[in-house]
């Protein structure tokens, strides 16, 4: 994602998705809540405030019975959206 000055939770880019169904690894989303208040927007300086760090469950790409990586379109999107979700609920913003 990009810092702007609205909050929110912007679209993600596709290509750690697709890496992660490519091979089959599994997707950790991780959340900041707080850093918009420990260095606001055209702020130079940090300021004292707590920021918290979640890691969410991770998000399995689908395996075939084989036990390979199932690379399919809907499950990049299937895990780009997840990965979204738990962000934004963790983060405290709304998806934009």
Request: glycine share 10%.
């Given at each position: 994602?990009?810092?702007?000055?609205?909050?929110?939770?912007?679209?993600?880019?596709?290509?750690?998705?697709?890496?992660?169904?490519?091979?089959?690894?599994p997707?950790?989303?991780?959340?900041?809540?707080?850093?918009?208040?420990?260095?606001?927007?055209?702020?130079?300086?940090?300021?004292?405030?707590?920021?918290?760090?979640?890691?969410?469950a991770?998000?399995?790409?689908?395996?075939?019975?084989?036990?390979?990586?199932?690379?399919?379109?809907?499950?990049?999107?299937?895990?780009?959206?997840?990965?979204?979700?738990?962000?934004?609920?963790?983060?405290?913003?709304?998806?934009?």
């Amino acid at each position: 994602g990009t810092f702007t000055r609205e909050p929110g939770v912007r679209q993600f880019q596709l290509g750690a998705f697709k890496a992660a169904v490519e091979t089959g690894a599994p997707v950790i989303p991780v959340s900041l809540r707080g850093t918009r208040e420990f260095l606001p927007d055209g702020a130079f300086l940090p300021r004292p405030s707590d920021v918290t760090i979640t890691l969410s469950a991770p998000i399995f790409p689908r395996k075939t019975e084989g036990g390979a990586a199932v690379a399919d379109w809907h499950d990049l999107i299937r895990i780009r959206d997840g990965a979204r979700e738990a962000v934004a609920k963790y983060s405290g913003e709304e998806l934009l």
